[in-house]
C-alpha cells in the first residue's frame, strides 16, 4: 500500500537529514526551522511557517485559544519540530492535536535535538 503524500515526506525528510547532517544538535529550534524552509525551498515544496490556527471547544462559538504549527506543507501536511534531546509521548500527543486543529491528515514530528536525527510520520 502507497503511503499517503509519500512523495512529500521523502522530500521533507531529505531536506531534514540534510540540515541535521550540516548543523548536528546543539541549536534552538528557530535556527532549525529556519534552515528547514531553505532546504524545503530548493526542493520545490511550498509551504507556511507558524501559521495562527483557532482552537475551538465543543459547541463554543469563539476560539478557546490558538496554535502556531512550525509548517504547513503544500496545503496539507503538517510538519512540527523540536530540538530536545528525546521525543516523548506528550511531544507525539501536541503533534495530533495541531493534526486536528488544522484539519490535516499527516505531518511529521521532526527532532534535531538528538545525536542522530529522529522523526515520527502522524497519520489521523
Known amino acids: 500500500m502507497e503511503l499517503k503524500y509519500k512523495d512529500i515526506t521523502e ?17 534552538q529550534e528557530v535556527i532549525y526551522q529556519r534552515a528547514l524552509a531553505w532546504e524545503m525551498k530548493q526542493k520545490d515544496l511550498a509551504f507556511a511557517r507558524e501559521i495562527e490556527q483557532h482552537i475551538f471547544y465543543k459547541e463554543l462559538p469563539e476560539p ?7 509548517f504547513v506543507v503544500e496545503g496539507k501536511f503538517l510538519v512540527e519540530l523540536k530540538a530536545i534531546v528525546q521525543l516523548e509521548d506528550v511531544h507525539l500527543a501536541q503533534a495530533l492535536n495541531y493534526l486536528k486543529a488544522y484539519k490535516l491528515e499527516v505531518g511529521l514530528l521532526i527532532n534535531f535535538g538528538s545525536k542522530s536525527l529522529t522523526f515520527k510520520r502522524l497519520v489521523l
Open 11 to 27: 522530500k521533507i525528510l531529505g531536506a531534514s537529514f540534510e540540515v541535521h547532517k550540516f548543523l548536528g544538535n546543539g541549536f
Open 64 to 70: 478557546i485559544g490558538t496554535r502556531r504549527a512550525d
